[in-house]
């Protein structure tokens, strides 16, 4: 497609289910990255995939957060066992990864997730 | 303290003004400098990008960076109600891959 899609657009779910949020990066987009935006805050770095290794996982608040990349496209984030603070809006972002553009990242509209 | 410090507003402008939009940084390794803007239930998309010191224009925008003084800023011009939206600020360190952004500053132009 022309540009980096997520679905669902908007997830409400249950306090201790766990949920599968999907992004489909630009084409021939090397690098796909994962932002977490809560309300009225910054975009906080969650994990960066270059091809369908993850060299900076560093972002990932706890071990119920996963994530993972096939055939250097379609990425999926998995939350186990929600919380409430967990709460946000999910940003999946993609890069050509080139030396000049690197720094580009194309946004998705991103995933509002609401815990219950 | 915040790697990026950024005033989260709202600033309220009337239409034709110019905006002053500026972050702070606490990390001299900062070489990438980026300007993303948000629309309202959309993703950031990026409005400017700058390498080191110095000033970019783009149209009606120009791009501050003063590394001495680890502040960046971002000038709108003859401002729209259509720039209504959060401006964040983005940087980085040469040679790593992640993004540090502020916190966003929103913007209202007023007609």
């Known amino acids: 497609g022309a540009g980096v899609s997520q679905s669902p657009s908007n997830k409400v779910t249950e306090k201790g289910k766990d949920v599968e949020l999907r992004c489909d990066p630009i084409?021939?987009?090397?690098?796909l990255y994962w932002y977490r935006q809560r309300l009225g805050q910054g975009l906080e770095f969650l994990i960066y995939?270059?091809?369908?290794?993850?060299?900076?996982k560093s972002g990932l608040p706890s071990d119920r957060f996963s994530a993972e990349r096939t055939g250097e496209s379609v990425s999926t984030l998995t939350i186990q066992r929600t919380q409430q603070e967990d709460s946000a809006v999910y940003l999946c972002?993609?890069?050509?990864?080139?030396?000049?553009?690197?720094?580009?990242?194309?946004f998705g509209s991103g995933t509002q997730l609401s815990v219950l | 303290q915040k790697e990026v410090e950024q005033d989260p507003g709202p600033l309220s402008v009337p239409e034709g003004a110019i905006v002053s939009l500026n972050c702070t940084y606490s990390?001299?390794?900062?070489?990438?400098f980026m300007w993303y803007r948000q629309y309202s239930r959309k993703g950031p998309e990026l409005l400017m990008y700058t390498y080191s010191s110095g000033n970019k224009e783009d149209g009606r925008f120009t791009a501050q960076v003063d590394k001495s003084s680890k502040y960046i800023s971002l000038f709108i011009r003859d401002s729209q109600p259509s720039d209504s939206a959060t401006y964040l600020c983005?940087?980085?360190?040469?040679?790593?891959?992640?993004?540090?952004f502020g916190t966003g500053t929103r913007l209202q132009v007023f007609p």
């Open positions: 983005a940087m980085k360190p040469g040679g790593t891959d992640k993004l540090i």
């Open positions: 995939f270059q091809g369908n290794s993850a060299p900076d």
């Open positions: 972002a993609s890069s050509a990864d080139t030396e000049a553009t690197n720094e580009k990242l194309f």
């Open positions: 990390n001299s390794a900062f070489q990438y």
């Open positions: 084409s021939g987009h090397t690098a």
